[in-house]
């Protein structure tokens, strides 16, 4: 099976402009997440879409592959799709997010192992939350799963609700997922579902994936047990330069 990884990276950024670029111990993010992305055993190929000639040309600088993309893109989702049009030969696309410098390989070649079914159109990683803060973070995606581990719902609020116990014991009497960020595709689900409109969930949650599964898509999870850092801020930056020894 042909598998494309793709790291979407952009210039632009309210809260970190020019985050990509960024030196982190003497290499850029964009750098550092293409080197980890090289080393997953499942991916036939490791390539950047981009928006950006800085980006473009410092990729190529570090010897990676690099294709310019359309400026207008809303979501990573769509960039990759413009890739699956202009690199139509691979059978898997998996989306990979450019603000992970330290992202493990073997999350990459776990999510591509979905693909190895017939059936997966569109796979993801889950975690299962561990920490009440976690479960209450409304920036951390929680994800709810059928018994084929196939993503039934995903909401930034705790679901699901456990009536009549106190939210402190929660994690003690359910089992919660939340959503690590990282989709895999086949060619034409990608192609298909860029197409669609933003449904009424999608723009309730702030979640493009509620759109693949309001169109009837189906989204076939895969558990972790890793997590990577993503950095948006230079705050984050600092607290992954922290966490990490070079």
Excluded at 39 to 48: C, Y
Excluded at 69 to 91: K, M, N, V
Excluded at 183 to 203: D, H, M, N, V
Aim: aromatic share 8%; glycine share 4%; proline share 5%.
């Amino acid at each position: 099976m042909n598998i494309l990884g793709i790291i979407p990276a952009r210039f632009t950024s309210t809260r970190f402009p020019g985050k990509p670029l960024v030196d982190i111990a003497g290499k850029t993010m964009i750098q550092r997440v293409y080197e980890q992305c090289q080393k997953a055993k499942s991916l036939t190929k490791v390539l950047v879409a981009t928006d950006n000639d800085q980006i473009h040309d410092h990729v190529l600088h570090f010897g990676g592959h690099v294709t310019m993309t359309a400026p207008e893109h809303q979501s990573g989702t769509d960039r990759c799709a413009e890739i699956a049009s202009l690199h139509p030969d691979y059978d898997v696309y998996i989306n990979i997010q450019g603000d992970e410098p330290f992202i493990d390989p073997e999350q990459i070649d776990t999510l591509c192992q979905c693909f190895n079914q017939t059936e997966p159109q569109i796979a993801t990683l889950i975690k299962k939350i561990n920490t009440t803060e976690e479960l209450i973070n409304p920036n951390s995606p929680k994800v709810i799963i059928n018994t084929k581990q196939q993503a039934i719902y995903f909401s930034r609020t705790s679901i699901p609700f456990l009536r009549g116990e106190e939210i402190e014991k929660w994690l003690d009497k359910h089992t919660y997922y939340k959503h690590i960020g990282i989709y895999g595709y086949r060619k034409q689900t990608l192609l298909a579902i860029t197409r669609l409109p933003i449904s009424s969930l999608e723009y309730a949650e702030g979640l493009e994936q509620l759109r693949w599964i309001e169109n009837g898509y189906t989204i076939q999870t895969t558990i972790t047990s890793k997590e990577s850092w993503a950095i948006d801020t230079p705050e984050d930056l600092q607290k992954v330069l922290d966490m990490h020894t070079f």
